[in-house]
């Protein structure tokens, strides 16, 4: 029912209509049409019950003045009133000079037209006129308790005098414009812009929520909610998630446990049409995958794969292999899905979850396609076949399943072009090619896969082989040209009496791999075990090229070297991988490159 219709509802004389007028979905429409609009029936009359008397509940000088106004008025018609009514909730009151007492009054009508709304709804539940009115002057209310978030200062008062816990059982009212009402409020009182510098405020605020069990409530609130791409409150409602975590990343796993958010946005995401409120789902869900908080970022990423949710990320960047994003947008949600399943394989267990949900069997698919969801899925397979022994099956899967066909078109061309958020990082789509056939080449223990993967280099005359030296040379240059950077730095420390200690060093060594050094590390790794397991005819080959390019060999020994003697021997696998490299660098200086 309309809004106009509820001011025009007469009780029906029909008996048979009585029992259909008990429904209160009537009363819950009426907010809605007050704020999305003045709308009229088509005589364009406003019909209302005669208002009862109000009684004064706020002091006029910690009201706006619209307001105060409005308390002080005479009588009014009944279409004077209900324009006042809707136009009172676009201009909520403003934070500046708001005084403890102007908090307690704002909290106590709060309080008070909350009981009267109840009353009125328990009393009239059978005509919704006899409770419009108190519903609206709630709405209203809650807009004007907006003036408190404006000022974190007061919020510890907010919460001794109960003021948050109202508004968040507000959160289980009938009416789903108070509803959403309450989470605008909510989300503003939230905002971290708001409340970066208050961070005793902040806390004070995080528990009293969490005291009020909002996760819980607010959660049970996305039931009631309209899930479309015009509904606010939706998107307000994931905003609090969003704010909370941003006071708070260490409630990411809080968030997972006591309610069923995970669930949620994992269902949501997996929904085929793109709208703003999927984009914001992959958003919140990419925060609680990898956030900072290593324990609880695990346990949530545990809690992923509970729920089958690295089955539906998987159905979710499948609508992508033949695909394109049709905007900048849908493009951004497709690559927070590719980062929450990157997130998920960093817990070893969930790397088996993803082989045996056929997820690389999707990924050569999407290889082959080379559509613009190859990058995202490069980058995941980077993060899969990457981890060492937990990475076995996965890598020997890959090959199995056809994927060397798919993947060594993409190391051979980097694409080119494209223009915003088309175009390809040439860096990060070289680092993440060679990176996956580094993993490989040192990850499978079937010396057949093994030989299936380092054969490419010597197919077709040495043209992969070429290409290997080729990327050597180009991020061997950007290395260089870093390196020049760094003395200078280094020179000016020295110039002024500095110490160059180990702090320094390491921020170096970080620069120079973004410049391109982690790139040549694991280029020059299967060049290492290229020459090491093919035959002199290769290692023949790469020394010709070197020398036709003026690129001494022994570059390839040096970058090696300095590679293994950063790997943390401390762990078995660590000490392995140095003692790996430490033959390969044995075999290179073995090699004539005269």
């Avoid at 949600?333 to 997820?359: K, R, T, Y």
């Avoid at 090959?399 to 088309?422: C, N």
Wanted: with cysteine; hydrophobic share 40%.
């Amino acid at each position: 029912m309309e809004f106009s219709e509820i001011l025009s509802y007469r009780p029906s004389t029909d008996l048979n209509d009585l029992g259909r007028s008990r429904e209160g979905s009537a009363a819950d429409s009426a907010v809605a049409a007050a704020s999305n609009g003045k709308r009229k029936r088509e005589d364009g009359v406003f019909v209302v019950p005669a208002p009862k008397a109000r009684r004064p509940d706020t002091d006029v000088s910690d009201v706006p003045p619209d307001a105060a106004a409005a308390a002080a008025a005479p009588e009014e018609d009944e279409r004077t009133r209900a324009l006042r009514l809707m136009e009172a909730d676009t201009a909520p009151a403003e934070g500046s000079g708001l005084t403890i007492a102007g908090v307690r009054r704002l909290i106590k009508s709060l309080d008070r037209k909350v009981k009267e709304n109840t009353k009125m709804r328990m009393k009239h539940s059978d005509d919704p006129t006899r409770f419009v009115e108190s519903e609206l002057e709630l709405h209203g209310q809650i807009k004007e308790v907006h003036a408190i978030a404006t000022t974190p200062e007061h919020y510890v008062e907010v919460i001794r005098l109960g003021g948050l816990k109202t508004v968040i059982n507000l959160l289980n009212h009938e009416n789903e414009d108070i509803v959403a009402a309450a989470i605008d409020l909510l989300q503003e009182m939230t905002d971290a812009d708001t409340l970066d510098a208050e961070e005793e405020y902040a806390t004070a605020l995080i528990e009293g929520l969490l005291d009020g069990q909002l996760l819980p409530v607010l959660m049970e609130a996305f039931g009631r909610l309209k899930d479309t791409p015009e509904n606010d409150g939706l998107q307000a409602a994931l905003g609090i998630f969003e704010n909370m975590l941003d006071l708070n990343p260490k409630l990411s796993e809080r968030m997972v446990k006591e309610c069923d958010l995970l669930t949620w946005l994992v269902t949501r995401v997996r929904t085929k049409k793109f709208d703003p409120i999927k984009l914001y789902a992959s958003e919140i869900l990419a925060i609680l995958l990898q956030g900072a908080d290593a324990k609880g970022t695990d346990a949530n990423r545990a809690a992923l794969a509970s729920v089958n949710g690295v089955d539906r990320l998987l159905q979710s960047v499948s609508q992508y292999k033949r695909k394109e994003p049709a905007s900048g947008e849908e493009y951004e949600m497709m690559q927070n899905l590719f980062g929450c399943l990157c997130s998920a394989v960093m817990l070893p267990s969930n790397i088996q979850v993803f082989v045996d949900a056929e997820g690389i069997e999707l990924m050569v698919i999407m290889l082959r396609e080379r559509r613009t969801s190859m990058y995202g899925t490069l980058k995941l397979l980077d993060h899969l076949l990457s981890k060492g022994d937990a990475s076995k099956t996965a890598c020997a899967t890959f090959v199995d399943r056809g994927g060397l066909r798919s993947l060594f078109p993409a190391f051979m061309k980097t694409p080119s072009g494209g223009k915003g958020w088309r175009k390809v990082s040439e860096a990060e789509y070289e680092e993440h090619t060679v990176s996956i056939i580094s993993s490989l080449v040192r990850t499978l223990q079937d010396p057949t896969l093994a030989m299936r993967v380092l054969k490419k280099f010597v197919e077709a005359d040495f043209s992969k082989l070429e290409r290997l030296v080729e990327l050597h040379i180009k991020y061997l240059g950007r290395v260089q040209q870093c390196e020049v950077g760094l003395k200078a730095e280094r020179d000016v420390l020295e110039a002024r009496g500095e110490t160059f200690d180990d702090i320094i060093e390491n921020e170096h060594y970080l620069k120079r791999l973004d410049a391109g050094l982690h790139t040549l590390q694991h280029v020059d790794l299967i060049i290492g075990e290229v020459l090491y397991k093919c035959g002199a005819a290769a290692a023949e080959r790469a020394t010709a090229l070197l020398r036709s390019k003026s690129s001494p060999f022994g570059a390839i020994s040096a970058v090696l070297i300095e590679y293994g003697d950063n790997v943390d021997e401390s762990t078995a696998v660590g000490a392995a991988a140095r003692s790996d490299v430490q033959a390969l660098v044995m075999v290179l200086g073995s090699i004539k490159t005269d």
